[in-house]
C-alpha cells in the first residue's frame, strides 16, 4: 500500500491534481470559520443547540458546521444542490429541459447556465430568512437574555445577505474547479469534507465516554466492530450491481466493421445513491421544525414526540418515505424506455428479448426487482443509527456520523475519488489501490 501511495506522487500531473484538490478543499475549510458582519459568534453557539435535531441541524451537516457558527460558507453547496435537483426533476416533466437534455454539449452548457441562476436565486431567498432568523434568536448567557445579532435592521440584513450568497457562488465555483483541474467530483468532495470535519469532534467525544466510565471498553469494542460492519454493508450497497448482457449486431458502414462484441448494461442496486435520505429526511424534519416555535402548544409538542427520533412511529414513517423516494428517484434517473430506443438505434439487442418495447419492459422489470432490497436496505442503514442510539446509548452525533445520510455520501464519494486516482494509475502502468495482481508491461512517466 505505501509503494501504491508512493506512485501517485510519481506521476507529475496526478501530483498536481490531488495538491490542487486539496489546496481548494483548504480554503473551503477556512471560509467555513470565517463569520459574517454583525453576529455575536457566543450567543449564537448557545442558542444553535436546540436545534440540532431539526432541519436546521440536517443543514448544517451538509455545511460542514458552517452554518452553526454563522460564517460566510454558512448556506454551504445546498442551494445548488438543490437548483440541480430542480431542473433534474424539470427535465423528466418539461419539454423544454428534455431537448435541452438531448442536444448533447450546447444542451449541457445552457442547463449549466440555468442551474447557476437557479443556485443565486434559493441563495437569495435561503439567506433572507437566515438574516431574519439570526435576528430574533437569542440565548441564555450567564441568565441574561443575549441576543445573537446586536445590531438587527436592513444593514445586517442586507450585509447578510451578499455575504451568504457570494460564499456560495465561491463554493460552487471552488467546486467545479476541481471538476476540472483536480481529482473526483469537487462538490461531493467539498460535501464529504464538511461531513469528515466532524470526525476528530466524534472522536474525543468517545474518549471521554470511556475515560469517565460512561462506557466501558467492551462496550466501545462492540460498537466499533459494528460500526465496520455498517460500512462494509455501505459499500456493497453502493458497488452492488446487476448485469444485463447486451450484444451488438455487425454492422458494414463502407470498408468497415462495427459491432459484433458483448457488453453489459449495469443495473445499480442503488440507483438512486443518497437521495431518498435527503428527501425524506429533510420532510421528516419539517414537523419539529415548525414545533420547535410553538414551545406552549400542546398540539405542536406532542406531535414533536411522535416525530422524535427515539419514537417507533418516526421510523416506521422515515423508512416508508424512503422506501417511497428510493423507487420515485429511481424513475427518474433512469428511463428504461430511453435505453431501449438507444440500444435499438445502435443495433443492440438483449439476448432472447425483442428489441423496443419489450426491451424497455424487460430493463424496468429488472431495475423494479433489483431496487426492492436496495431501497429495504437503505432504509434500514439510515434508521440503524436510532436504534442504535436507544440500544447502546450513544451520542447523536456519533451515531449520524456512522449511518444513514454521512456514510452514504462519504463512502460513495471516497470510493469514486479512489476510482479516478485508479484510472490514473493503470494508464501508466502502475499498480491501483483496487488491482489484485502487478500489471506486466514497462512503467513510464
Not at 467539498?190 to 465516554?209: A, D, L, Q, W
Not at 440500444?343 to 430493463?363: D, N
Not at 462519504?410 to 486516482?421: K, N, S, W
Request: with cysteine; charged share 15%.
Amino acid at each position: 500500500m505505501i509503494d501504491r501511495i508512493r506512485n501517485i506522487f510519481n506521476i507529475p500531473e496526478l501530483r498536481k491534481r490531488i495538491l490542487f484538490t486539496l489546496g481548494i478543499l483548504l480554503v473551503v475549510r477556512i471560509g467555513a470559520h470565517i463569520p459574517i458582519p454583525g453576529v455575536d459568534g457566543e450567543a449564537l453557539g448557545a442558542a444553535i443547540q436546540n436545534f440540532q435535531n431539526t432541519l436546521f441541524g440536517l443543514y448544517d451537516l451538509f455545511a460542514g458546521g458552517a452554518f452553526q457558527r454563522a460564517t460566510l460558507f454558512a448556506l454551504g453547496i445546498m442551494p445548488y444542490i438543490s437548483a440541480s435537483i430542480i431542473i433534474q426533476l424539470m427535465g423528466a416533466v418539461v419539454p423544454y429541459f428534455q431537448r435541452l437534455q438531448k442536444e448533447g454539449e450546447e444542451g449541457r452548457k445552457k442547463i449549466t447556465q440555468l442551474t447557476r441562476y437557479g443556485t443565486v436565486l434559493i441563495s437569495t431567498m435561503q439567506a433572507y430568512g437566515i438574516s431574519i432568523f439570526l435576528g430574533s434568536m437569542t440565548s441564555n448567557i450567564g441568565g441574561a437574555v443575549v441576543p445573537v445579532v446586536p445590531n438587527p435592521g436592513i444593514l445586517f440584513t442586507f450585509t447578510a445577505i451578499v455575504s451568504l450568497v457570494t460564499g456560495t457562488m465561491l463554493m460552487m465555483w471552488l467546486g467545479e474547479r476541481i471538476t476540472e483541474r483536480g481529482i473526483g467530483n469537487g462538490i461531493s468532495l467539498i460535501i464529504m469534507v464538511g461531513i469528515m470535519s466532524r470526525f476528530p469532534n466524534v472522536i474525543i467525544t468517545e474518549v471521554v465516554y470511556v475515560q469517565e466510565g460512561l462506557r466501558g471498553l467492551l462496550g466501545e469494542i462492540i460498537l466499533i466492530a459494528i460500526m465496520f460492519v455498517i460500512v462494509g454493508c455501505v459499500v456493497l450497497l453502493t458497488q452492488g450491481t446487476r448485469k444485463i448482457p447486451v450484444q451488438y449486431a455487425k454492422r458494414v458502414v463502407g470498408r468497415k466493421i462495427y459491432g459484433g462484441q458483448a457488453t453489459h448494461i449495469p443495473m445499480k442496486v442503488n440507483t438512486a445513491g443518497v437521495m431518498p435520505i435527503i428527501f425524506a429526511q429533510s420532510i421528516m424534519f419539517i414537523p419539529t421544525t415548525i414545533a420547535t416555535f410553538f414551545t406552549n402548544n400542546e398540539f405542536f409538542q406532542s406531535m414533536m414526540r411522535w416525530f422524535s427520533f427515539d419514537h417507533p412511529f418516526y421510523w416506521f414513517v422515515f423508512g416508508t418515505m424512503i422506501i417511497f423516494f428510493t423507487y420515485f428517484y429511481t424513475a427518474i434517473a433512469f428511463d428504461p424506455v430511453q435505453v431501449s430506443t438507444t440500444m435499438k438505434q445502435q443495433g443492440g439487442f438483449i439476448p432472447g428479448v425483442r428489441p423496443g418495447k419489450k426491451t424497455a419492459e424487460f430493463i424496468d422489470n429488472i431495475l423494479t426487482r433489483v431496487t426492492l432490497p436496495g431501497s429495504f436496505s437503505l432504509a434500514f442503514i439510515a434508521i440503524f443509527p436510532y436504534i442504535l442510539m436507544q440500544i447502546m446509548d450513544i451520542d447523536f452525533n456519533l451515531a449520524s456520523f456512522f449511518g444513514g445520510t454521512s456514510l452514504l455520501i462519504v463512502v460513495g464519494v471516497g470510493l469514486d475519488t479512489i476510482q479516478q486516482i485508479e484510472s490514473h494509475l493503470m494508464m501508466r502502468h502502475y499498480d491501483g489501490f483496487l488491482s489484485k495482481g502487478r500489471i506486466r508491461g514497462r512503467r513510464r512517466m
